[in-house]
């Protein structure tokens, strides 16, 4: 998820043509930051929320995914849910991050504690994930939206887009991890080294397909909290449509069967 921040400029950067003047007012935008150290792009504070939404979203999906609590077998499964969610999710807002900064702009990822809070009193006690720990968010020059708000679009766009692009890429690489470990090794006969590994393929390719297609859903408003397939819808429909068509055919496929993944689950939890 990503957040923008828009301030209106003040007048000395952004104002009306007079009917005397050839062009427009418009100060010149400041050159582009860069960002070639590693303390440039990031800061302790917001490393710290990296990790602590890391942590919480893994035991969130243990207690939800495994019983009893605070078991061998929970280990196993809190273990595997880092795993995943330390590619599928830290890499869904670092790859957020990345293109915003791209373009000159400030980003940072900041928690909600009041989601994370309940993120893990709904996972221990009611046994569902509201995965919602927090947002990327990105601060433009305030002149860029009203003096370009087409390019504004396309940038905003290309970065919502950068998160959803890695969790099919994501998914894809475990899928093919999944069938490949799947044709060797069978559930009944695996140790507990391969229960692991294939415990993580199945998590890996079933979390990042429906990260994808449920970030990609249309839904939001420029200037708040929205899903990232609403920029890309606005700024690009083609794009929308297969980055879009992509993960929910995917998913589709594993909740119906088609792709054996969640099949695979369900006796790789009850092995452990």
């Known amino acids: ?88 999710f830290i890499f869904h807002e670092l790859m957020h991050k990345f293109a915003a900064q791209k373009y000159g702009y400030d980003a940072e990822f900041k928690i909600w504690p009041m989601w994370l809070f309940m993120a893990l009193i709904m996972a221990f006690f009611i046994g569902v994930v509201f995965a919602a720990p927090g947002a990327t968010y990105f601060q433009p020059d305030p002149r860029e939206y009203y003096m370009d708000p087409k390019g504004f679009t396309k940038r905003y766009g290309v970065i919502s887009l950068a998160g959803p692009e890695i969790n099919i890429i994501f998914g894809a690489v475990f899928l093919g991890l999944f069938y490949l470990m799947s044709s060797f090794v069978s559930v009944s006969g695996a140790s507990s080294i391969e229960l692991f590994a294939m415990l993580v393929f199945c998590l890996g390719t079933y979390i990042n397909f429906y990260l994808a297609a449920f970030n990609m859903l249309p839904i939001g408003s420029m200037g708040s909290i929205s899903l990232d397939g609403y920029k890309v819808w606005n700024w690009n429909k083609v794009y929308w449509a297969i980055f879009f068509i992509i993960p929910v055919t995917i998913t589709a496929l594993i909740f119906l069967g088609y792709i054996p993944v969640l099949n695979h689950l369900i006796p790789i939890l009850g092995s452990i």
């Not at 890391?54 to 019983?67: D, H, I, M, Q």
């Open 1 to 88: 998820m990503v957040k923008v921040k828009i301030k209106k400029p003040s007048k000395r950067f952004y104002r009306r043509r007079n009917n005397w003047e050839i062009f427009p007012f418009v100060s010149g935008f400041p050159k582009k930051r860069q960002f070639s150290r590693f303390r440039d792009r990031f800061s302790i504070v917001e490393i710290q929320n990296i990790l602590i939404a890391w942590a919480v979203l893994s035991l969130a999906f243990g207690a939800v995914l495994y019983r009893p609590l605070f078991s061998v077998g929970f280990a196993y499964v809190v273990g595997a849910s880092a795993i995943v969610l330390g590619l599928g």
